[in-house]
């Protein structure tokens, strides 16, 4: 199993551009998180899903934050427009069923000058 | 007062040595706690679950909970310099909703 696949790792944006990172959980996995994590802040849980559907967003910060699950096997998560207080390491995460604890991926790593 | 408290170190034990990490929360009805052990400039791994009161033990690492007391801590044996990374809890809230949420993490660093 390839695990939990993110893309892009690395991303530089200016101000004001859209952002959008990727997302493909281990399939067969039903639950889907995106988490921010900053040095100051620890892990934020933003949005998660569960077989395709939002189930608790209420950690996306702004709406300026969207995020979908099409299928089963794909997630974005968009910013736009971005800021500089928007840098940080986001990650993807999946989890069989609930109760389970998550597989992360290998985080894209945001940068908004 | 934070739903998932550590502290944040660094703590600092000698190869060899037991090392001890700590976290409390808050929500009493919580069901599920994990431990997870990340590297500097890498992803969070699962290392650990419990959910029932007691020990727990896998390898070198034990895992205690104790839902009286609202508290976990993770015990690592024979601790290698290898070990030294961030430690982070995490909870499942009441309701089995799937959601972790996660404490700051305490970095352990394990000198030789």
């Known amino acids: 199993d390839a695990g939990v696949i993110q893309s892009p790792r690395h991303e530089v944006t200016e101000m004001g551009q859209e952002v959008t990172l990727r997302c493909k959980p281990i399939?067969?996995?039903?639950?889907l998180f995106w988490y921010r994590q900053t040095m100051m802040r620890g892990l934020e849980l933003l949005i998660y899903?569960?077989?395709?559907?939002?189930?608790?967003d209420s950690g996306m910060p702004e709406d300026r934050f969207s995020a979908k699950m099409p299928n089963a096997s794909f997630s974005t998560l968009k910013i736009q427009p971005s800021e500089p207080r928007d840098s940080a390491v986001y990650f993807c995460?999946?989890?069989?069923?609930?109760?389970?604890?998550?597989?992360f991926g290998s985080g894209t790593r945001l940068t908004v000058v | 007062q934070k739903e998932v408290e550590q502290n944040s170190g660094p703590l600092s034990v000698p190869e060899g040595a037991i090392a001890s990490l700590n976290c409390t929360y808050s929500?009493?009805?919580?069901?599920?706690f994990f431990w997870y052990r990340q590297y500097s400039g890498k992803s969070p791994e699962l290392i650990m679950s419990i959910y029932s009161n007691g020990d727990k033990e896998d390898g070198r690492f034990t895992a205690q909970l104790n839902k009286a007391s609202q508290y976990v801590s993770l015990l690592i044996r024979d601790s290698q310099p290898s070990d030294s990374a961030t430690y982070l809890c995490?909870?499942?809230?009441?309701?089995?909703?799937?959601?972790?949420?996660f404490g700051q993490g305490t970095t352990l660093q394990v000198k030789p």
């Open positions: 995490a909870v499942n809230r009441a309701g089995n909703t799937g959601k972790l949420i």
């Open positions: 899903f569960n077989n395709n559907v939002p189930i608790d």
């Open positions: 995460a999946s989890s069989f069923q609930y109760g389970y604890g998550y597989t």
């Open positions: 399939s067969g996995h039903n639950s």
């Open positions: 929500d009493r009805g919580s069901q599920s």
